[in-house]
């Protein structure tokens, strides 16, 4: 499963509502039978990666952004993997 834009008000962050979204993620994933949770943040997102990071996703994978702005600027992607419990 990969899960994209994932996003919380600035007004309401910090109330644990980012945390139950993502624990929300994982429980649909793994109910219904997918064997990983995949997911892409720019090194920017900080706050982002460390709840990825909380949550129990680790660093899979590293890239400069394959355009002439992502080489130019450096524009690191990290890819996050979350891998699920086998329901067999």
């Not at 949550?55 to 394959?66: E, K, M, S």
Request: charge should be positive; glycine fraction near 6%; proline fraction near 2%.
């Amino acid at each position: 499963l990969v899960l994209k834009r994932m996003s919380v008000w600035k007004d309401y962050r910090g109330l644990g509502i980012a945390t139950a979204l993502g624990r929300t993620v994982l429980d649909f994933a793994q109910q219904r039978g997918f064997r990983a949770v995949v997911l892409n943040t720019l090194m920017l997102q900080q706050e982002a990666r460390a709840l990825y990071e909380r949550l129990g996703f680790h660093r899979h994978r590293r890239y400069v952004l394959p355009t002439v702005y992502g080489r130019l600027a450096n524009c690191t992607i990290t890819t996050y993997r979350y891998d699920l419990p086998s329901t067999a």
